[in-house]
């Protein structure tokens, strides 16, 4: 067993007075690729996002390798989002103005890396990912799964440790996020990056090396203090139960300004 990569320890976040995250420990190595399942309103993306330092949890820690993360200042956490981090979301989040191919090379462009010396590897990821001759593309002119892929190519040009992706396919049909799940498992192991996905698919999960269950906030068979012990409700189960796709939209647009702030 590998030492992890990205962990955490007891991560508490609340938003008002129920807590979203109530006590969460969580760690992946290099290599690895962890499934985060269970029910809406769990608390998978408030645990996604405490991971990737898009917010900070009120109490417990996260560490990349043996640096605390959660700790650092804004502008900090904000550089390694955009360097040592890759997002998909759900809806791929691409500027519609842009062309395919400036929106993979954003985060480069983001970093510091001139307009020119960005395409060429926005470019390379495009092909390696089967868009050869759509770079000029904008967004509309593509299919959800091409879309979702462009998405991906941006998540991935920053060659990340880790990749967090938040229901990458619940909006594309079965054979098109099969596609795409495919694709991305395949770049974090050629990577040796991590990675963390959030899902309702059962049949993602199982293609993870990892699977964790969260309900109330807290790992699922991890009773509450002072609870007595919780049968343990077994994800396949609590899957055939769920909607593929939650269609709750709390969130409305999914903070990607946040992660390249
Ligand atoms: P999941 O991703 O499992 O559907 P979330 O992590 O989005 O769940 O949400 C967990 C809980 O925290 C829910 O009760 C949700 O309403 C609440 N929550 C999440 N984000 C916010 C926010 N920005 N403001 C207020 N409440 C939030
Ligand atoms: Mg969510």
Same mark, same amino acid.
């Given at each position: 067993m590998r030492p992890p990569m990205l962990s955490?320890?007891?991560?508490?976040?609340?938003?008002?007075?129920?807590?979203?995250?109530?006590?969460?420990?969580f760690a992946v190595a290099p290599g690895?690729?962890?499934?985060?399942?269970?029910?809406?309103?769990?608390?998978?993306?408030?645990?996604?996002?405490?991971?990737?330092? $898009? $917010?900070?949890?009120?109490?417990?820690?996260?560490?990349?390798?043996?640096?605390? $993360?959660?700790?650092l200042s804004e502008r900090s956490r904000s550089h390694l989002r955009r360097t040592r981090f890759?997002?998909?979301?759900?809806?791929g989040q691409l500027l519609p103005e842009l062309p395919a191919e400036e929106n993979?090379?954003?985060?480069?462009?983001?970093?510091?890396?001139?307009?020119?010396?960005?395409?060429?590897?926005?470019?390379?990821?495009?092909?390696?990912?089967?868009?050869?001759?759509?770079e000029?593309?904008?967004?509309?002119?593509?299919?959800?799964?091409?879309?979702?892929?462009?998405?991906?190519?941006?998540a991935?040009?920053?060659?990340p440790a880790v990749v967090f992706a938040d229901e990458p396919t619940g909006a594309l049909?079965?054979?098109?996020?099969?596609q795409v799940m495919g694709v991305l498992l395949d770049t974090v192991a050629e990577l040796d990056a991590a990675l963390v996905v959030v899902t309702h698919d059962p049949r993602i999960a199982s293609r993870c090396t990892r699977t964790i269950e969260i309900r109330d906030g807290r790992l699922s068979g991890v009773p509450r203090t002072g609870d007595g012990a919780k049968d343990f409700d077994g994800f396949a189960d609590a899957a055939a139960?769920?909607?593929? $796709?939650?269609?709750?939209?709390?969130?409305?647009?999914e903070p990607v300004a946040e992660v390249w702030r």
């Open positions: 955490a320890s007891s991560l508490v976040k609340h938003f008002g007075t129920a807590p979203a995250l109530d006590g969460v420990d690895e690729s962890v499934a985060v399942t269970g029910p809406s309103g769990s608390g998978k993306s408030t645990l996604l996002h405490c991971l990737a330092g $898009i $917010i900070r949890p009120d109490a417990g820690e996260v560490r990349l390798y043996d640096e605390r $993360i959660d700790t890759a997002f998909l979301f759900q809806f993979v090379a954003l985060p480069l462009m983001l970093g510091g890396t001139p307009r020119r010396a960005a395409l060429g590897p926005a470019r390379a990821q495009l092909k390696r990912l089967g868009l050869e001759g759509k000029g593309r904008r967004p509309g002119e593509l299919s959800g799964g091409e879309a979702q892929r462009v998405a991906l190519a941006r991935l040009v920053v060659n049909d079965r054979a098109t996020g099969d139960r769920r909607p593929v $796709i939650d269609g709750e939209g709390r969130f409305g647009p």
